[in-house]
T-cell receptor, first 111, second 118 residues
Framework: KQEVTQIPAALSVPEGENLVLNCSFTDSAIYNLQWFRQDPGKGLTSLLLIQSSQREQTSGRLNASLDKSSGRSTLYIAASQPGDSATYLCAPQTSGSRLTFGEGTQLTVNP | GAVVSQHPSWVICKSGTSVKIECRSLDFQATTMFWYRQFPKQSLMLMAT?????????EQGVEKDKFLINHASLTLSTLTVTSAHPEDSSFYIC??????????????FGAGTRLSVL
């Protein structure tokens, strides 16, 4: 059974800082891994998807890396802004399109 | 981009009543849809996987007679919470896999439904 751990559980930073969110998973037999953003009381916004054959993906100020063999992924956010405040979820996908979610990192960016 | 519409966004009901939640793929056909539940301060937990035209597959511990799933077309899946109780109060989110992008295994998520059972 896939287990996903996200560290830290919560993070508060001043505006402008670069930061790294960590995700680890126990079953390395994944098809891909997605990073999502969830605002309070809202659904999920997909940020980045990394296929199992890829090492990283970039979108704007976001960069996600994947080390499948060691069961780790990181989400790097450059020059953080107050609008980045949200909960960030990591979800590796295994057989049958099953997504397993971590408990998330709650990010607060202070102006 | 692919859009998944979920309705209603918020529902309040009395204990013992049934509530139906709809999940629609607006601009693509979804052979497979997924239903998740999220309790406060917790992550999403997969409840069931629904394939068009066949019975849903439920995760361990999820009562299939309580959470009825119907996936009658390639664009619509419904989740009915039968005889709802206060402990069923939660945030329910659906996702859909684009039939045209099966190779990428991408799921698109609805905005969620907040269910409050009084």
């Amino acid at each position: 059974k896939q287990e996903v751990t996200q560290i830290p559980a919560a993070l508060s930073v001043p505006e402008g800082e670069n930061l790294v969110l960590n995700c680890s998973f126990t079953d390395s037999a994944i098809y891909n891994l997605q990073w999502f953003r969830q605002d309070p009381g809202k659904g999920l916004t997909s940020l980045l998807l990394i296929q199992s054959s890829q090492r990283e993906q970039t979108s704007g100020r976001l960069n996600a890396s994947l080390d499948k063999s060691s069961g780790r992924s990181t989400l790097y956010i450059a020059a953080s802004q107050p609008g980045d405040s949200a909960t960030y979820l990591c979800a590796p996908q295994t057989s049958g399109s099953r997504l397993t979610f971590g408990e998330g990192t709650q990010l607060t960016v202070n102006p | 981009g692919a859009v998944v519409s979920q309705h209603p966004s918020w529902v309040i009901c009395k204990s013992g009543t049934s509530v139906k939640i709809e999940c629609r793929s607006l601009d693509f056909q979804a052979t497979t849809m997924f239903w998740y539940r999220q309790f406060p301060k917790q992550s999403l937990m997969l409840m069931a996987t629904s394939n068009e035209g066949s019975k849903a597959t439920y995760e361990q511990g999820v009562e299939k007679d309580k959470f009825l799933i119907n996936h009658a077309s390639l664009t619509l899946s419904t989740l009915t919470v039968t005889s709802a109780h206060p402990e069923d109060s939660s945030f329910y989110i659906c996702s859909a896999r684009d039939r045209g992008s099966v190779a990428k295994n991408i799921q698109y998520f609805g905005a969620g439904t907040r269910l409050s059972v009084l």
